[in-house]
């Protein structure tokens, strides 16, 4: 019920292609989704979130892509660089705080020159 | 310059040693996590405090211990009773308020048993 999925678990991208990596939740009641970008070493920082009211947010080159049906986003980088290559984590919490903030596994995205 | 600050950057333990990690933030945040990082594993929360004085498990605080005296600090302590230490620790902080609930993570400590 608290799991966030991710897949997948590695991504191998050429440079100018389109990345996306897709989360699964069971939870309804969860009403955040952010996604975090980590580079080796350093701690994760926010990219972009979302809220189930709407079913894309842009910004950039990154789109979230949310399917309240489904219960299922995934994150779409556009023309994607050798800068992009970095952990994805996606993630969900609910209600009035951000205590549950439930993390899924990562994706480790390479972008190939 | 505002954010978080860990330190150290990397820590050894010794068997049956206690061992503190310092997170400091000038966010003016009133909460503050601390979450545990193992390969594949994704982050787990350890413990969080929303206000001083007060702090709740998370999923895995069995062999963690935390203290909240200052809005701008939460150690963590990884006691002995935790067999299985090594793993890279993040602390982050975040408003307590519906709406900005962005978690902003510090550096890390990664811990290494010796």
């Known amino acids: 019920q608290q799991q966030v999925k991710q897949s997948p678990q590695s991504l191998i991208v050429q440079k100018g292609g389109i990345s996306i990596i897709n989360c699964a939740y069971e939870?309804?009641?969860?009403?955040?989704f952010p996604w975090y970008q980590q580079f080796p070493g350093k701690g994760p920082a926010l990219l972009i979130a979302i809220r189930p009211d709407v079913s894309e947010k842009k910004e950039g080159r990154f789109t979230i892509s949310f399917n309240k049906s489904a219960k299922q986003f995934s994150l779409h980088i556009m023309d994607s660089q050798p800068g992009d290559s970095a952990t994805y984590f996606c993630a969900a919490s609910f209600g009035g705080g951000s205590e549950k903030l439930v993390f899924g596994k990562g994706t480790k995205l390479t972008v190939n020159p | 310059d505002g954010g978080i600050t860990q330190s150290p950057k990397y820590l050894f333990r010794k068997e049956g040693q206690n061992v503190t990690l310092s997170c400091e933030q000038n966010?003016?945040?009133?909460?503050m996590y601390w979450y545990r990082q193992d390969p594949g594993q994704g982050l787990r929360l350890i413990y969080y405090?929303?206000?001083?004085?007060?702090?709740q498990k998370g999923d895995i605080a069995e062999g963690y211990s935390v203290s909240r005296e200052k809005k701008e600090s939460f150690p963590l302590t990884v006691t002995s009773a935790q067999k299985n230490p090594t793993a890279f620790y993040l602390c982050a902080s975040s408003p307590w308020e519906r709406g900005r609930e962005t978690q902003y993570f510090g550096p890390g400590t990664r811990l290494l048993v010796l």
């Open positions: 405090s929303q206000i001083v004085n007060d702090f």
């Open positions: 939870n309804t009641a969860f009403d955040y």
């Open positions: 966010l003016n945040h009133d909460a």
